[in-house]
T-cell receptor, first 115, second 109 residues
């Protein structure tokens, strides 16, 4: 299984809602990532988890809260978002321990619209 | 991580080789060159990576100049399915991939 799955595919939420994005992989990867991609822009790294611990937070606002319950799952909890947070949210995973190989496997993304 | 410079867009005829250039003049000795692509409405896809030697896999070839300040990704026989944004990324393997603006490659029938 060489796939990263993300649910839901699309999400529409109001600014007062609480929702979660989910990402799953079964490749035995111990690094998992969240990226945000605005329209016609490149992906921007948000968070990195290594061995289920948060290793990189790219100064993301606290209304985005990541969680890594186990080595296969990665969640992104959303609360009190703003319309400008509307974007494609991408999850990725990769092996650790092979410093040269930053081959990340990406999921198809969740397209989020904040009203 | 070093920065990269790529042309904004390129066209290539179907069946011909697509050559995508990338400048990375500030690359340091332990940094690798990675290429990813993103087809419309999909997540990015890893293509190939290299340090200083030329590399080839089933998808593409990567040619890195001797001084490592630039590289070229070659898709040997481009098909319509190769239409995508191609990202050249330089990374020292610290788990961070910093995507630049990439090259929008359009394959023309």
């Amino acid at each position: 299984d060489t796939e990263v799955t993300q649910t839901p595919k699309h999400l529409v939420m109001g600014m007062t809602n609480k929702k979660s994005l989910k990402c799953e992989q079964h490749m035995g990867h111990r690094a998992m990532y969240w990226y945000k991609q605005k329209a016609k822009k490149p992906p921007e790294l948000m968070f990195v988890y290594s061995y289920e611990k948060l290793s990189i937070n790219e100064s993301v606002p606290s209304r985005f809260s990541p969680e890594c319950p186990n080595s296969s799952l990665l969640n992104l909890h959303l609360h009190a978002l703003q319309p400008e947070d509307s974007a494609l949210y991408l999850c990725a995973s990769s092996h650790l321990g092979l410093a040269e190989v930053n081959e990340q496997f990406f999921g198809p993304g969740t397209r989020l619209t904040v009203l | 991580d070093a920065k990269t410079t790529q042309p904004t867009s390129m066209d290539c005829a179907e069946g011909r080789a697509a050559n995508l250039p990338c400048n990375h003049s500030t690359i340091s000795g332990n940094e690798y060159v990675y290429w990813y692509r993103q087809i419309h409405s999909q997540g990015p896809q890893y293509i190939i990576h290299g340090l200083k030697n030329n590399e080839t896999n089933e998808m593409a070839s990567l040619i890195i100049t001797e001084d490592r300040k630039s590289s070229t990704l070659i898709l040997p026989h481009a098909t319509l399915r190769d239409t995508a944004v191609y990202y050249c990324i330089v990374s020292g393997g610290n788990e961070k991939l910093t995507f630049g603006t990439g090259t929008r490659l359009t394959i023309i029938p």
